[in-house]
């Protein structure tokens, strides 16, 4: 099992960057991790996903170029550094880990992901 636990929402102007952090419990280095985001209305969309090895990542094409996935296996933490952040963006970012018997996958199924955050709010107002 694992836990997780998001920080590092906030409400910023368009433009500006913020950097989520994904604090894990467990066995954190058998999960490769993603991140996932709900704005009111809309569903859940898939965000950044990485792989347990950390070396293998996938964007959505909404973000793709302007987030960045990565972790930390030995500080059992993710994180999703965010640029030049839209008005778009608006939502509740939560990451979720998918237990993985491989280690360069990604995952970008909400389904596959047996265990998720609370969420933090990220608001980016125009």
């Known amino acids: 099992q694992v836990q997780l636990e998001e920080s590092g929402g906030g409400l910023v102007q368009a433009g500006s960057s913020l950097r989520l952090s994904c604090a894990a419990s467990?066995?954190?280095?058998?999960?490769?991790m993603g991140w996932f985001r709900q704005a009111p209305g809309k569903e859940r969309e898939f965000v950044a996903a990485?792989?347990?090895?950390?070396?293998?990542?996938n964007y959505a094409d909404s973000v793709k170029g302007r987030f960045t996935i990565s972790r930390d296996n030995a500080k059992i933490t993710a994180y999703l550094q965010m640029n030049s952040l839209k008005p778009e963006d608006t939502a509740v970012y939560s990451c979720?880990?998918?237990?993985?018997?491989?280690?360069?996958?990604?995952?970008?199924?909400?389904?596959?992901?047996?265990?998720w955050g609370q969420g933090t709010q990220v608001t980016v107002s125009s």
């Open positions: 990485i792989s347990r090895s950390g070396d293998i990542t």
């Open positions: 979720a880990a998918a237990y993985s018997t491989t280690l360069g996958r990604t995952v970008v199924t909400p389904r596959e992901y047996g265990y």
């Open positions: 467990g066995r954190f280095s058998i999960y490769a």
